[in-house]
């Protein structure tokens, strides 16, 4: 919506968002939204949209099949945006998801999880499980659930991987931790997840890092802002796995990880120390770091057609297709 000058600002965090007064909402990045396409020109992937339940959407994507009844890898994905911006349905994601599901020749499924401030945290949490709760469910005999045909036609279920950008990676993070303490129906097993440029934050100063700059940060700010009620504020565990009563990384649910870094982005020294945990927690898994030197926040979303994105594209593929 357009700024309305005359309207009181109760929250300001430019450049991303504005809360006013009367509850209204400004966002102030971000890219329109975009119908899905039964064939996008550029990669053949068709997608649609559909109704996980009365409040969760989600919008599908299926690369072009080589054999009418072939089986897939599934991607649940969770797009960026501090927890506050984006969509499923954006154009940045309908690019990016076309061009990923084409090069992994994986069905993926961009769940459009509800966004603070309308919606607070836990609530995106919540909304990502149950879309993922609602994939594997498709490996069950339930008749009380309506079942999506590209699902059960075309995904193999023993290749369920789940996937995120910023606060989406911080979502991978804590589904796969919620995974490895409560079966999913069908006992059906993640595979693997990959976090890319994960959204992760806390008081203590890493590296570089000045503890007076952490707290005057948009990092710090959004997270307070998009989880008021969250206990420990900036040291909850589900924004900062490092503090002591946090859950042990050793129980994430899964058997595969991969972490994407980008050199100039300011939470790459806590992804680095995300990957040094998981190592040292026991985990009982493979886990796998890249870090594109050069490059920004989410610079493949953004950007797709330079070199390096297409690089980390194909890694994330090949993760995928594995």
């Keep these: 919506m357009a ?3 005359t309207k009181e600002v109760l929250t300001d ?9 009367d509850g209204t909402v400004e966002r102030l990045f971000g890219s329109p939204h975009v119908p899905p396409s039964p064939d996008d020109p550029a990669t053949g992937v068709a997608s649609k949209d559909l109704n996980i339940s009365p409040v969760l959407q989600a919008r599908l994507y299926l690369p072009k099949l ?6 897939l890898p599934v991607l649940v994905y969770y797009h960026a945006g501090a927890f506050c911006l984006e969509s499923a349905f954006s154009f940045l994601d309908q690019r990016y998801i076309n061009i990923l599901a084409a090069e992994a020749n994986a069905l993926i499924v961009s769940v459009e999880y509800r966004l603070a401030p309308e919606n607070p945290l836990p609530i995106a949490y919540e909304d990502s499980w149950t879309a993922l709760q609602w994939v594997a469910s498709h490996l069950t005999e339930n008749p009380g659930i309506e079942k999506e045909p590209w ?19 911080n979502i991978v993070h804590n589904i796969l931790l919620r995974a490895g303490a409560e079966p999913l129906p069908g006992d059906v097993k993640i595979v693997g997840g990959f976090l890319s440029h994960p959204y992760f934050w806390g008081s203590k100063p890493l590296g570089s890092e000045i503890k007076e700059e952490i707290e005057q940060s948009l990092l710090y700010k959004s997270w307070l802002f998009v989880y008021p009620s969250v206990p420990g504020g900036i040291d909850n565990a589900m924004i900062n796995p490092f503090v002591e009563d946090a859950p042990s990384l050793s129980g994430l649910g899964c058997s595969r990880l991969l972490v994407c870094l980008a050199e100039k982005d300011p939470l790459t020294s806590r992804g680095i120390l995300y990957v040094e945990t998981v190592k040292k927690s026991g985990w ?10 050069g490059e920004d926040h989410c610079f493949h979303v953004l950007n797709p057609e330079t070199e390096k ?14």
């Design 66 to 71: 080589t054999e009418p009844n072939q089986k």
């Design 13 to 21: 965090l430019s450049p991303v968002l504005k809360l006013y007064k």
């Design 3 to 5: 700024s309305d000058n």
């Design 284 to 293: 009982n898994g493979e886990v796998e770091m890249v870090e594109v030197e």
């Design 309 to 322: 994105a297409k690089g980390l594209i194909k890694r994330l593929a090949s993760f995928i297709s594995l």
């Design 151 to 169: 699902l059960t036609e075309h995904v193999n279920f023993s290749k369920i991987y789940i996937g995120g950008d910023s606060a989406g990676g």
